[in-house]
């Protein structure tokens, strides 16, 4: 059976669409589903390093595209998961040259490999974004709680819909205190603007930014806040009905006693 | 044959050209339009004429971190393809009277941006404004490649995060050796720098080694103040704007000393909220 190819995009970048695929893909595998990582970023890549395989790279995505090596040859196996691999983008060519045609046949030989194929769309809505979006079947649009986030999630949201393309909405690096004092939107506001299911509300967590300077998704660590809010994601991708994790600040006594995520 | 016009031929003697300065970065979402903004509030304010241009056609935002977009009547292809003056396309901030904004098409694509033409129009606001601070669009495609194309010098905008540090030196190198390259890096918290949970400035300037303009504390003030489309350098109360106006100052070239790290904030400012 063909995986399911799902495109992670944004159209702000920065809002963490690389952190979201690594993380997502990972929580998949550790479930036990065969995931492979596509960097569609071709000139910009970052997927490598936020998986901590930057040296481990010996051809990248053009090169299959060329014929100058085999798909198999291309990618590389996590060392920590077994089921999750990844296909680098070049670093030093341009994002045109690729076809979207070719990057959606890449993308099909993979769906034969493994059950979930993530795609880590580039920012913007120019080539790359054209490439990466053809491939898929589904798409996951992260944003984050900024007005100029959502405006350019909802430019995507309409491409996307233009194409088919059935969609789920990550809303990253909430801050709750912010919220509560009114100094940022809610994750009900966004939705509501973007009028879109939501899939997951990930906050913002400090922790975040060293494990992806040190190559390492966050879900490795069991005891990490969000490696839950990941796995969450990853169950609610399976088809589970999983209930969403208050963000509310705790309460006096939860502060004192701990609080079960 | 050469046209040779003596100097001082002209009765008024031609202003000199303004600056054009782009806002780059590679990575997305590092603090380019939030940097072109306050910049270029900071040198308005101090008297300059300034003129802030989204080159993000497409996915436009600077006229939302301004809080002009309700203002915005024509873009930058409206003048570009004949459709209104440059006059007609320019808004006016509403709170220094020095500032403008020439927006970008929302519904429109890069591709649509004719770069010969863009460059002949930065020129011409070159001509009537003292800085044409250009914000250039995330990626290094058609985009990036027509923002950088009439801007003599670049700002480079990073954060302390290795793959917004690999983005920017690809940028760097993109650039070439033509352009005065100047380096801001934004978003820093010294408390996670001193864990060693977060690269230093110094460990992002030793791959990029570029001359440093600023380094920017990651403060929710900017979030507040860019959902509010209130550029936070217009705040004389904020250390984040006070530092945004020492960046314009070593631009402008009336300020010259080592830019400051932002520093930790002390118990008590964390016990009663200072910012």
Do not use: W
């Not at chain 1, 952190?19 to 990582?37: E, K």
């Not at chain 1, 053009?62 to 060392?79: M, N, P, S, T, Y």
């Not at chain 1, 046949?105 to 993979?110: C, F, R, Y």
């Not at chain 1, 949201?157 to 909405?169: A, D």
């Amino acid at each position: 059976m063909a995986a399911r190819r799902i495109v992670v995009t944004s159209g702000k970048g920065g809002v963490g669409k690389t952190t979201t695929t690594a993380n997502v893909g990972a929580a998949l595998a550790q479930r036990g589903q065969r995931v492979v990582l596509v960097d569609a970023d071709i000139g910009l890549r970052n997927l490598d390093l936020v998986l901590g395989v930057e040296k481990r790279i010996v051809f990248d995505i053009v090169e299959v595209v060329e014929g100058r090596c085999q798909l198999r040859q291309a990618l590389i196996k996590d060392k920590r998961l077994e089921n999750l691999a990844i296909l680098p983008a070049a670093q030093t060519r341009d994002k045109t040259s690729i076809s979207e045609l070719q990057f959606a046949e890449v993308i099909n030989q993979l769906a034969e490999l493994c059950d979930y194929v993530l795609i880590d769309c580039p920012a913007g809505i120019e080539h790359g974004f054209r490439n990466a979006i053809a491939g898929a079947a589904e798409a996951i649009v992260v944003t984050t709680p900024e007005v100029s986030a959502i405006r350019d999630a909802d430019r995507v949201i309409g491409k996307l819909r233009e194409r088919g393309l059935p969609l789920r909405l990550i809303v990253n690096r909430i801050r709750p205190e912010m919220v509560r004092s009114g100094d940022m939107l809610s994750v009900d506001d966004v939705t509501d603007i973007l009028s879109a299911e939501l899939l997951g509300i990930v906050p913002d967590d400090p922790e975040i930014i060293d494990t992806t300077n040190r190559g390492e998704p966050i879900v490795l660590q069991p005891e990490a806040r969000l490696t839950a809010i990941y796995q969450k994601i990853a169950r609610r991708l399976e088809g589970e009905i999983v209930p969403f994790t208050s963000l509310n600040p705790p309460g006096f006594l939860e502060r004192f006693f701990g609080k079960a995520g | 044959m050469h046209d040779v016009i003596p100097q001082g031929a002209t009765d008024a003697p031609p202003k000199a050209r303004g600056r054009a300065i782009v806002v780059t970065s590679g990575k997305g979402g590092v603090g380019k339009t939030t940097t072109t903004a306050n910049v270029g509030a900071a040198l308005a304010a101090s008297g300059a004429a300034v003129v802030l241009v989204d080159a993000d056609v497409g996915l436009r935002n600077l006229d939302i971190v301004m809080g002009l977009e309700a203002r915005v009547r024509h873009h930058v292809l409206d003048v570009l393809e004949g459709l209104a003056s440059v006059d007609e396309a320019l808004v006016s901030d509403k709170r220094v009277p020095s500032l403008k904004l020439l927006a970008a098409a929302q519904t429109r694509e890069k591709d649509d941006v004719d770069t010969a033409a863009f460059r002949d129009l930065i020129g011409t606001l070159r001509d009537r404004f003292d800085y044409v601070l250009i914000d250039c669009p995330a990626g290094i495609e058609m985009g990036f490649a027509n923002a950088i194309v009439a801007a003599d010098e670049a700002i480079v905008v990073c954060t302390p995060e290795v793959s917004a540090v690999r983005d920017a030196d690809r940028v760097v190198g993109l650039l070439g050796d033509g352009r005065k390259v100047q380096l801001i890096v934004n978003r820093v918290r010294p408390e996670m720098v001193r864990k060693g949970k977060m690269l230093s400035v110094d460990d992002v300037n030793a791959i990029l080694r570029l001359p440093l303009l600023g380094v920017i504390a990651d403060a929710p003030d900017v979030i507040i103040s860019t959902n509010k489309g209130e550029p936070v350098a217009l705040d004389a109360a904020s250390p984040v704007g006070s530092t945004y106006r020492a960046i314009a100052e070593r631009i402008s070239g009336t300020r010259s000393d080592e830019p400051e790290l932002p520093r930790e904030k002390s118990f008590f400012e964390k016990l009663f909220g200072g910012r």
